[in-house]
């Protein structure tokens, strides 16, 4: 009965041992699956900031170029709003002028 006995114990020790073998295997495999999937994760996570930086350096170059034509829009306000004075003072001794001419007119 010993002889069955030792076999029965060592047929158990060789099932447990060849089991943590398939669980450590396993372990690993899982391991390296989710070591992939952080992989992934990181990827993706690096190209949504390089796009949101991207995206960013687009607007800061819009906002410049707005900066640009507003100034320019400002400098034609202003070159106006003097043409418009020049016009303006013409007007009013061009009105002078007429007011004199009509009141030569009729004196005579």
Not at 12 to 39: F, G, H, P
């Amino acid at each position: 009965m010993s002889r069955p006995l030792l076999l029965v114990t060592l047929l158990l020790l060789m099932v447990l041992t060849s089991q943590l073998d398939w669980n450590q295997k396993i372990v690993n495999d899982v391991e390296a699956r989710s070591s992939v999937i952080s992989r992934k994760e990181q990827y993706v996570l690096d190209r949504k900031e390089s796009v949101k930086e991207k995206i960013i350096l687009s607007q800061e170059k819009q906002i410049q170029k707005l900066k640009t034509l507003v100034q320019s829009l400002q400098e034609q306000l202003l070159q106006c709003k003097g043409k418009d004075e020049i016009v303006n003072d013409n007007k009013g001794s061009l009105t002078d002028l007429l007011n004199d001419l009509k009141q030569e007119q009729v004196m005579e």
